[in-house]
């Protein structure tokens, strides 16, 4: 009985292995934060929030479910950022966000600039995509949509602004941040194949943290991203 059981754990083991892609991706796009309607109405001075450019490259796994469904995992180092256009003059914040903005100088400032913040994430998404029967993969794209939990991990807060009198990103620790984030995320885009170990992936991610990133604060806010990522898979599979 245990042999059976062994050997029918091994076909399996080996159909799983012969039905994922393994490989390295790396992309770029432009990104914002989640939430920001809420966020400005919690604020005086800040006119707008405005996309910056995102990165990310990482280790993926692509899982064949079935003939349309794929399980896309991976540990992502994720580059997310986005910049709040303001008018120094106006600039107010409640007691509640004062903490988050400990590297202003105490002097009254005049002007319109802007603060950037970057955030740097670690994620391992678990997404379940939907591959559209449309899908025109005799030239060489596939059009899905997905959807699933992420786990996140801050590595570092970066911000910068004409301000201060440092030019450069500085590390943003005025808060701490809680040390997991749990997530979920959209994804809907297309997938170029060049051959079959390489891709182009053009999609819209939507990624929105149930939990803070900042330890105590009641807003949850997430990211999106519009972007292209290049894909090389070490292993492929036969089917598509």
């Given at each position: 009985m245990k042999k059976i059981a062994l050997v029918y754990f091994l076909g399996f083991s080996l159909s799983v292995f012969a039905q994922t892609k393994i490989g390295i991706e790396a992309g770029v796009g432009f990104g914002n934060r989640t939430n920001g309607k809420e966020y400005l109405e919690r604020t005086e001075g800040i006119n707008t929030i405005q996309s910056e450019i995102a990165t990310n490259v990482g280790l993926v796994a692509q899982l064949n479910l079935s003939e349309r469904l794929f399980l896309k995992t991976g540990f992502i180092f994720q580059n997310s950022a986005y910049a709040e256009k303001i008018d120094a003059g106006q600039?107010?914040?409640?007691?509640?966000l004062e903490p988050y903005y400990c590297f202003l100088?105490?002097?009254?400032?005049?002007?319109?600039?802007?603060?950037?913040?970057?955030?740097?994430?670690?994620?391992?998404?678990?997404?379940?995509?939907?591959?559209?029967?449309?899908?025109?993969?005799?030239?060489?794209?596939?059009?899905?949509?997905?959807?699933?939990?992420?786990?996140?991990?801050?590595?570092?807060?970066?911000?910068?602004t004409d301000l201060i009198k440092d030019a450069n990103y500085i590390d943003y620790d005025c808060v701490p941040s809680n040390d997991l984030i749990l997530g979920i995320q959209g994804a809907i885009g297309g997938e170029y194949r060049f051959s079959n170990q390489h891709f182009l992936n053009l999609s819209f991610i939507y990624d929105q943290h149930l939990q803070p990133i900042y330890y105590g604060e009641s807003n949850k806010f997430g990211f999106y991203n519009l972007g292209l990522r290049l894909a090389y898979y070490f292993a492929f599979s036969a089917s598509k």
């Open positions: 600039f107010l914040v409640t007691e509640e100088p105490g002097e009254a400032q005049e002007g319109r600039t802007s603060i950037k913040y970057k955030y740097n994430f670690v994620e391992i998404p678990f997404v379940v995509n939907y591959q559209f029967a449309q899908s025109c993969e005799e030239c060489g794209w596939k059009w899905f949509v997905g959807l699933g939990p992420t786990v996140s991990w801050v590595v570092n807060k970066k911000v910068k």
